[in-house]
């Protein structure tokens, strides 16, 4: 990753390069195009913009928005655990970023805390769309694809499965690893991890709110028909007490931190 100055919106950008010896069958080739197309219809202000992308005979170059604060994943390791009002401002913007992206037909499949990004202003930005994938009403899916720890169990298995709850399911993973400092559903291997998703395995300590553990619950619901939506979230009882004015300083205060 390489940082400069973009010419036409005289703003300083991240520029990513991808070593085109290294597509060497259809498929990876095809995830790139798939990718820079979702990409490129995608503005707002939960979303890492893409300003341009171009290629030369050995590379393809992404010119897209700089983030100086680094990934949540960084961000929360370094607090072992953020305040709920920290937590209830990131997620908040995660949110209308997928609602956004859902208003576009668009599935991420892959939220995590590592593709959650912190500008200069300690605001959130989604990014990497690798597996992303426009999507219509009724249509099933069947590929199995995102995070281990993240991953919706009705991905797993293997059925089929429709709509936008997985980034929900996704979403409420990131909001548990936010205010406990760790994902819920950890395991020594793959199989392991697999049987606990589907189970619904996991602990909500008494040490975070009731109304936090409550709405975990809820976007951590097995059954992707039962799952809250966005609008739901939005409407419950932890965020009656959402101060976007005061979360908004701590968060600048803190990212201010880890800029270097």
Not at 167 to 186: E, N, Q, R, T
């Amino acid at each position: 990753m390489n940082l400069g100055i973009h010419k036409l919106t005289a703003q300083f950008v991240a520029i990513k390069s991808i070593d085109k010896t290294l597509m060497h069958d259809e498929n990876s080739i095809n995830k790139i195009v798939r990718e820079v197309a979702i990409w490129e219809i995608l503005c707002h202000h939960s979303v890492i913009r893409l300003f341009e992308t171009f290629q030369t005979d050995k590379h393809l170059l992404y010119v897209e928005e700089l983030c100086i604060g680094g990934d949540l994943l960084t961000y929360v390791r370094k607090r072992r655990r953020l305040k709920e009002n920290v937590a209830k401002l990131i997620l908040k913007q995660i949110l209308d970023g997928l609602y956004y992206c859902h208003s576009k037909k668009i599935l991420h499949r892959d939220i995590k805390l590592d593709n959650i990004l912190l500008n200069s202003e300690g605001n959130i930005k989604i990014c990497d769309f690798g597996v992303s994938r426009t999507v219509h009403a009724g249509e099933i899916m069947k590929e199995q694809c995102g995070t281990p720890a993240y991953i919706a169990p009705e991905i797993l298995k293997g059925r089929g499965y429709e709509g936008y709850a997985v980034d929900i399911w996704s979403a409420g993973v990131v909001l548990y690893a936010m205010v406990y400092g760790a994902v819920p559903f950890k395991a020594s291997n793959m199989q392991e991890l697999q049987k606990l998703i589907l189970r619904g395995r996991y602990t909500l300590k008494e040490n975070v709110s009731e109304e936090v553990r409550d709405l975990i619950s809820k976007m951590l619901e097995g059954d992707p028909q039962k799952r809250i939506t966005i609008p739901q979230i939005l409407c419950h009882k932890w965020f009656a007490t959402y101060d976007q004015s005061g979360s908004f300083r701590i968060i600048l205060i803190k990212t201010s931190e880890i800029i270097y």
